[in-house]
């Protein structure tokens, strides 16, 4: 049984996707710190949807159109 061939997301060298490589889906430890340097430096990023940010700390749409302090809750 043949293994599945993989090319590595940073330099596109084709690979076997098996145990025998940590790196992958890179092919070396390089490639790796290569696709981790990029992400620090922000080269990649997730977008964020506006729904989510806005609404992440318990807010309700009337005090973020409002752009109003947020009153404290009772507990």
Same mark, same amino acid.
């Given at each position: 049984m043949s293994s599945t061939k993989?090319?590595?997301p940073t330099? $596109?060298? *084709?690979?076997?996707?098996d145990?025998?490589?940590p790196f992958r889906?890179?092919?070396s430890e390089r490639c790796k710190m290569i696709d981790l340097g990029a992400w620090? $430096?922000? *080269?990649y990023?997730?977008?964020?949807s506006k729904a989510a940010s806005n609404f992440s700390s318990g807010e309700t749409e009337e005090?973020?159109?409002k752009d109003q302090?947020?009153?404290p809750t009772m507990h």
């Open positions: 993989i090319k590595c330099c $596109s060298k *084709e690979q076997a996707w145990s025998s490589n889906p890179f092919c620090a $430096s922000e *080269e990023s997730i977008p964020e005090q973020i159109d302090p947020i009153p």
